[in-house]
């Protein structure tokens, strides 16, 4: 089985792989480790895929979360998650776990290698022909794969733009704090007992860190005391769909199969649950069965976008939401559940709904 792309998504593909018993072939323009301008935080579900990929952070520098914060002008409202923490962690650090897995169970990795066309069963690598059996497309959202491949239908819903930065701080959250501005989100997440992970997205084009940081008062607050720890690292963060995720001997996984926007937190999370599954197709030869399969990791990502992203295009929609969760917790504690996945969607209930619409209503 070869992979183009040295990601995340892709070395959790060729871990998947190298569990069912396949050889492996990682192959990326890069050198590791690889960095993405990202939120860096993995919530307990996320935590439980890497554990099925055998990928330990013991001993990595990390930080530790227990739920999300939402924070308006005016409105806070928190939840623990139903079980486990989050965990926050430089990409860097997550990428070289990925690696040390994947080497240890005999993963093959080219790196700084150009790939070229894509033949029947076989690949160009630095100009020589590489024969596999499977060709996974990990390499993003300009996708060189899905394009040979004919698997470029479907949809693209949002693009917006991000900002990453590291600061110091002495109070690092115990939560994902989510700030609501006007036109923006913010989020912190804690990556060390000292350390934390600020992002910043938007629809329109952003401009310098401190100027947007500027335009959401409370985050400027928290941030007061705070030194910055690295330099800031833009990115493009996409929603879209794809008709199609695999041929008979192609798969598309991580963005290279459609994304979902950066602030659900869901990226890494939808990634490792691709690779588990796309390994089971692997194992019964049979690639519908990860295309299925894709389908189902997709739904509830794709809800949780659209339902997120009401509050960034209404401002009236965002203060009545903030304060129906603030009037009724219960409501925004239910919703974090189906978030992780703890609790199914269609168990939140329309009396859950209803209430949350009352609530929003009266607020």
Known sequence: ???????????????????????????????????????????????????????????????????????????????????????????????????????RLGVDMLWESRVGALRPGAVLV?????????????????????????????????????????????????????????????????MAPNEICVAVIATRKLGSFETEIAKLSRLQERLRSASASSTVRGAITVSSRLKRVHTDTVALIGEASGSVDAITGQGLALSFRQALSLGQAFAAKDLRIYGRMHREIDALPQFMRRTMLLMDKSSTVRNRALRAFEAKPSLFERMLAVHVGELPLLKFGAGAVASLGWQMLTA
């Not at 330990?56 to 923490?85: A, D, M, N, T």
């Open 1 to 103: 089985m070869f992979v183009l792309g040295g990601g995340p998504a892709g070395l959790a593909a060729a871990i998947s792989a190298r569990q069912q018993g396949l050889r492996a072939t990682v192959a990326d323009i890069q050198r590791p480790p690889i960095d993405k301008a990202c939120g860096e935080g993995l919530m307990p579900d996320s935590m439980d895929e890497l554990h099925r990929l055998g990928v330990s952070l013991e001993g990595k520098p990390q930080g530790s979360f227990r739920g999300i914060r939402f924070i308006g002008p005016k409105h806070c409202v928190e939840s623990e998650f139903p079980r486990g923490r989050g965990v926050g962690i430089r990409r860097t650090v997550l990428h070289q776990a990925l690696i040390d897995t994947a080497e």
């Open 126 to 190: 630095n100009g020589d022909i590489m024969r596999c059996k499977w060709i996974v497309g990990a390499d993003g959202q300009k996708s060189h794969i899905r394009k040979w491949a004919g698997l470029t239908a479907g949809k693209v819903f949002e693009r917006r733009f991000a900002l990453r930065q590291h600061f110091i701080t002495e109070e690092p959250p115990q939560f994902v704090e989510i700030y609501w501005g006007d036109d923006s989100q913010a989020y912190i997440t804690p």
